[in-house]
């Protein structure tokens, strides 16, 4: 008893993990090789997709090109203005990816090689672009707001095509000439033929003429297009691009790299042009200065006698002159810082913002942060063209041209306080002077004065026409910084699709997925399969097992005595005889959880092994609701259980011999109203005794348990009983129930049989090969209404492959 509860408790802790489903590799492996065929087949169709896709989907090229970004490589005259900041060298390389990649110079790109428009050609399958060798090409001057379009498009001959709705519901074809603006269906377009190209072999060919507006695919090619530094640090930017049609985004890679070289160049010059500008307004001003005061000196000599000055006047002239250059050249600052201040203030874009350095102002600070805000600005304006203004890029860049400004304002503050006190000082140094000069002749005086004037003029003048000079070479020498390292070219084969990587991947999951249902099967599968399932959930001793069979033969033993089928049951004989010692006038009760268990093949085959050993045996049908056992050992089941039990006979009458030597039996009997309670007479217990007497062995064929409670009533009078459990047909709740009986005490003496054991069972039981096989099929039932499950005795019809994939192992 202390080893049943031990065991019990071991159940206890293990209980909750037999409930789920169970994964066993063994059986999982066991069902593929039955259903071998799957797996091929599934190989077939995998395989077949693979080569359907690799056959007709289009091929993608690769096309890469690299280019270099230059520190400012200029020509001799611009590297010396370069080398004093004239003009902006400044370059954020962190930003160059994703100006490449911006939407407006891509867009731009697109424009320019007119790929809004393109020609396909429909084959059975697949539609490609033509791009390549296609004689054509179409202007859409006015889309009318049309956002894309598609017709078929057919050159009738070297003059004339024809455009039509590419459906029943299109527009009707027309034909027009080539090279005449049209309007067909809200469009207006020109189309022209290259006759640069063979296109007499195109006549009646159909194509697809399709346009797209800009925008649409832009976004196509921002987001395949891919930009990335070779090394960091090293300057040099890969880009590439897939597409069907390699030739196209050659162009395409061309065009893109020459618009951002035309990008870099247009940023150069921007600076040098409002330096330009800002001269040249300087120089009419003074101009317009130097010509009165020189006309002013020209009437003063025409007056007086004199026009030498006295070596005294000189000297002092001299003087005044070398202060009035550097004062000249201080106003020239400030007139700067004006400017510069005005356009900070005014908060204009600073895209057209003039450098300091090109007035003489040799300010490294300032014309550094200058320079970083004319090109945060043409950053912005370049993004701007086609995004939101809630973009975070270029939010976070409005920012910092802010905090700019304001470092730029307040650095200006201190250079304007500085240039003031020089200016100031030049002042005093010329009111100097000026008191000496005064000290001369009222002539000379008066003609220091207006050379004075001319000379500070004279030396505005000429300053800003040097400093012009300088930025216009500046601008006439400036190259652009990108320079094509490995110009657009296509790399290699196709990209996709990838052949050997799907026919891989085919191979994968035409290999996976019959075993992923295998283990979904498996997984939704709660029949006991097994021994294994049985001692998971079960202390319950297992005895063996029992094979399956396709005859509708149930006397196998009498019948078929060297089948496996037999010797099975002389194993169980053997077992039987091992639990319960080798006392003779044993009583083993057969029972089940539910009907179809295989209850009453079981107790014919065991009574008819026990017979054959030449043991008296008794086989009772003690299911008397359905009655059943007679039939198969062709007797009748007038006179059973039953009648003895009401009385209606004697025991002699109710106990029939068979033709198999040793073994009688007796049946259920007419089926009475109150089965249960004629087993609880005490005529039982008598009965009982008397027949213990009477034969070596009585086998008790019982109700299931899960059903009636016939079999408890009786297990008062079995030495042994076997719960027989059928593979694939009882479910594992069962085992659980029983288990639930064998701790409370319901039920001693107990012991499991696993019946109907398939091939894919091999190795449960006793390690018996049963290649023979049984099926089961009651087709009875009671009248009167007593009955509880219909068999379906008769039923000979071959499970169907779905039933078999689902039902067997």
């Known amino acids: 008893m202390t080893t049943n509860n031990n065991a019990t408790n071991d159940w206890q802790e293990d209980k909750q993990g037999s409930l789920g489903p169970k994964i066993e590799l063994k059986r999982i492996i066991n069902r593929a090789l039955n259903y071998w065929y799957l797996i091929v087949l599934s190989l077939m169709i995998a395989l077949s997709i693979a080569f359907v896709r690799n056959r007709y989907a289009t091929r993608v090229y690769p096309v890469t090109a690299s280019i270099i970004i230059r520190e400012s490589q200029e020509t001799s005259e611009a590297k010396l203005l370069y080398s004093n900041s004239i003009l902006s060298n400044y370059r954020n390389y962190l930003n160059e990816p994703y100006i490449l990649k911006s939407f407006p110079l891509i867009e731009t790109t697109l424009e320019d090689l007119n790929f809004v428009v393109s020609f396909y050609k429909e084959g059975n399958v697949l539609t490609s672009d033509v791009y390549d060798f296609v004689p054509l090409e179409a202007y859409v001057i006015n889309e009318n707001g049309r956002k894309s379009a598609s017709y078929s498009f057919t050159i009738v001959d070297e003059n004339s095509y024809t455009i039509g709705g590419r459906n029943e519901n299109g527009s009707a074809a027309m034909t027009y000439h080539f090279n005449d603006t049209i309007s067909y269906d809200g469009i207006t377009l020109l189309a022209r033929l290259k006759t640069d190209r063979e296109y007499k072999r195109f006549y009646g060919d159909p194509f697809v003429f399709s346009y797209q507006?800009?925008?649409?695919?832009?976004?196509?090619?921002?987001?395949?297009?891919?930009?990335?530094?070779?090394?960091?640090?090293?300057?040099?930017?890969?880009?590439?691009?897939?597409?069907?049609?390699?030739?196209?985004?050659?162009?395409?890679?061309?065009?893109?790299?020459?618009?951002?070289?035309?990008?870099?160049?247009?940023?150069?010059?921007?600076?040098?042009?409002?330096?330009?500008?800002?001269?040249?307004?300087?120089?009419?001003?003074?101009?317009?200065?130097?010509?009165?005061?020189?006309?002013?000196?020209?009437?003063?000599k025409s007056n007086n006698v004199f026009t030498d000055l006295s070596s005294e006047a000189n000297r002092l002239y001299s003087k005044l002159s070398v202060l009035e250059k550097e004062k000249s050249e201080i106003i020239i600052q400030r007139n700067y810082y004006q400017y510069l201040e005005e356009y900070i203030s005014n908060s204009d874009p600073m895209d057209q913002a003039i450098l300091p350095s090109s007035v003489g102002i040799s300010d490294g600070i300032l014309t550094g942060l200058v320079s970083k805000m004319i090109d945060l600005q043409l950053e912005i304006k370049l993004y701007m063209r086609n995004e939101r203004g809630d973009n975070p890029l270029i939010a976070e860049k409005i920012n910092r041209i802010k905090n700019l400004r304001k470092d730029i304002a307040a650095l200006m503050l201190n250079q304007q306080s500085a240039e003031k006190l020089r200016l100031n000082y030049y002042d005093d140094q010329v009111k100097l002077l000026e008191k000496q000069i005064n000290s001369?002749?009222?002539?000379?005086?008066?003609?220091?004065?207006?050379?004075?004037?001319?000379?500070?003029?004279?030396?505005?003048?000429?300053?800003?026409?040097?400093?012009?000079?300088?930025?216009?070479?500046?601008?006439a020498s400036t190259t652009s910084d990108i320079v094509v390292v490995n110009p657009p070219k296509r790399e290699?084969?196709?990209?996709?699709?990838?052949?050997?990587?799907?026919?891989?991947?085919?191979?994968?999951?035409?290999?996976?997925?019959?075993?992923?249902?295998?283990?979904?099967?498996?997984?939704?599968?709660?029949?006991?399969?097994?021994?294994?399932?049985?001692?998971?959930?079960?202390?319950?001793?297992?005895?063996?097992?029992?094979?399956?069979?396709?005859?509708?033969?149930?006397?196998?033993?009498?019948?078929?005595?060297?089948?496996?089928?037999?010797?099975?049951?002389?194993?169980?004989?053997?077992?039987?005889?091992?639990?319960?010692?080798?006392?003779?006038?044993?009583v083993f009760m057969v029972t089940s959880s539910v009907s179809g268990e295989g209850k009453t093949f079981t107790s014919l085959n065991l009574a008819t092994v026990l017979a054959l050993s030449n043991k008296k045996t008794l086989i009772i049908g003690a299911d008397m609701r359905k009655p059943r056992i007679f039939s198969d050992l062709g007797l009748t089941n007038d006179v059973g259980l039953s009648s003895y039990l009401s009385g209606l006979a004697p025991l002699e009458e109710a106990v029939q011999k068979t033709n198999i030597d040793n073994l009688y039996m007796m049946s259920g009997g007419p089926v009475p109203p109150n089965p249960a309670e004629l087993l609880l007479r005490p005529i039982m217990d008598k009965m009982m005794e008397e027949l213990k007497l009477k034969f070596d062995f009585i086998i008790l064929d019982t109700p299931p348990v899960a059903l009636v409670t016939d079999a408890f009533v009786l297990s008062k009078y079995a030495d042994h009983s076997?719960?027989?459990?059928?593979?694939?047909?009882?479910?594992?709740?069962?085992?659980?129930?029983?288990?639930?009986?064998?701790?409370?005490?319901?039920?001693?003496?107990?012991?499991?049989?696993?019946?109907?054991?398939?091939?894919?069972?091999?190795?449960?039981?006793?390690?018996?090969?049963?290649?023979?096989?049984?099926?089961?099929?009651?087709?009875?039932?009671?009248?009167?209404?007593?009955?509880?499950?219909?068999?379906?005795?008769?039923?000979?019809?071959?499970?169907?492959?779905?039933?078999?994939?689902?039902?067997?192992?």
């Open 213 to 300: 507006q800009p925008n649409a695919i832009s976004n196509q090619y921002v987001s395949g297009l891919k930009v990335s530094w070779a090394e960091e640090g090293a300057g040099i930017m890969n880009l590439s691009i897939e597409g069907a049609s390699p030739q196209k985004n050659i162009d395409f890679l061309r065009g893109l790299i020459s618009n951002y070289q035309e990008y870099d160049l247009d940023k150069k010059s921007r600076t040098a042009t409002g330096a330009i500008q800002f001269i040249d307004q300087q120089l009419v001003a003074y101009s317009d200065s130097l010509k009165k005061v020189e006309l002013k000196l020209e009437v003063f």
């Open 440 to 475: 001369l002749p009222d002539a000379e005086r008066r003609l220091v004065g207006i050379q004075r004037n001319y000379s500070l003029l004279e030396n505005l003048y000429l300053y800003l026409l040097q400093k012009r000079a300088e930025v216009s070479i500046s601008k």
């Open 492 to 586: 290699g084969g196709f990209t996709s699709p990838k052949i050997e990587q799907n026919y891989f991947i085919a191979v994968g999951l035409g290999l996976a997925l019959p075993f992923i249902i295998f283990v979904l099967l498996e997984l939704g599968n709660t029949r006991v399969q097994s021994r294994e399932d049985v001692e998971q959930i079960c202390t319950i001793p297992f005895i063996g097992g029992v094979g399956h069979k396709q005859s509708d033969d149930n006397l196998v033993v009498q019948r078929r005595p060297k089948s496996a089928v037999s010797e099975s049951f002389r194993s169980l004989r053997s077992n039987l005889n091992y639990f319960t010692g080798n006392e003779d006038h044993k």
């Open 722 to 809: 076997l719960f027989l459990v059928r593979q694939n047909y009882t479910p594992r709740m069962v085992l659980h129930t029983i288990q639930d009986y064998y701790q409370d005490n319901r039920i001693q003496n107990i012991s499991i049989l696993l019946n109907d054991i398939y091939k894919s069972g091999l190795g449960y039981g006793y390690g018996y090969g049963y290649g023979y096989s049984y099926g089961y099929g009651y087709g009875y039932g009671y009248g009167n209404g007593y009955g509880y499950y219909d068999e379906g005795e008769n039923h000979k019809e071959k499970p169907g492959f779905l039933a078999k994939l689902f039902k067997r192992t």
